[in-house]
T-cell receptor, first 115, second 113 residues
């Protein structure tokens, strides 16, 4: 069964600095998707960035980028120029788009941004 | 595009009562998902609909839980004879055709007294 592991329950970063959130996963599939979702307190879960496993190029969305290491089954999120609005719970999620049709989430990393 | 809408936002009920939640997906999204999220955890999959057909159910979905999606539009999730362990945030997500990602609603927070 596929699993997603986030080993950092909490992280803190100074405003304008860079922070990296870690995620590892386990799967026997070769074709799948990986996502980072952001969940602010009492607010909606929002898609931050996604990566298709067949693409070697790391995805980038403005200040957010990923380091996707397929062989190592690692998918970290880098947030550059951190802003106060980045404070939230961040979830890494796996989706194989075929057999299961469901997202498998990690336990999340709570990111605090210090002014 | 008004996003995924869930109602109510918060439900407080006594143990043993039945509750029903509603989810309105993004228009024209034919795929709909329910997840449950407990405090400090990531969401866990409950069930999946493609149009009106319920194609997958998690073992988490005990016989006290039932979900429907009549006419392939909105969906309801009913919990009968609620228990303390049912207290959680229930999230709905919808997804369009192809490899589009899932879009989540605000969730319904269930509190069992």
């Amino acid at each position: 069964a596929q699993t997603v592991t986030q080993s950092q329950p909490e992280m803190s970063v100074q405003e304008a600095e860079t922070v990296t959130l870690s995620c590892t996963y386990d799967t026997s599939e070769s074709d799948y998707y990986l996502f980072w979702y952001k969940q602010p307190p009492s607010r909606q879960m929002i898609l931050v960035i996604r990566q298709e496993a067949y693409k070697q190029q790391n995805a980038t969305e403005n200040r957010f980028s990923v380091n996707f290491q397929k062989a190592a089954k690692s998918f970290s999120l880098k947030i550059s120029d951190s802003q106060l609005g980045d404070a939230a719970m961040y979830f890494c999620a796996y989706f194989d788009g075929g057999a299961t049709n469901k997202l498998i989430f990690g336990t999340g990393t709570l990111l605090a941004v210090q002014p | 595009d008004t996003g995924v809408s869930q109602d109510p936002r918060h439900k407080i009920t006594k143990r043993g009562q039945n509750v029903t939640f509603r989810c309105d997906p993004i228009s024209e999204h034919n795929r709909l998902y329910w997840y449950r999220q407990t405090l400090g955890q990531g969401p866990e999959f409950l069930t999946y609909f493609q149009n009106e057909a319920q194609l997958e159910k998690s073992r988490l979905l005990s016989d006290r839980f039932s979900a429907e999606r009549p006419k392939g539009s909105f969906s309801t999730l009913e919990i009968q004879r609620t228990e303390q362990g049912d207290s959680a945030m229930y999230l709905c997500a919808s997804r369009g055709p192809g490899d589009q990602p899932q879009h989540f609603g605000d969730g319904t927070r269930l509190s069992i007294l």
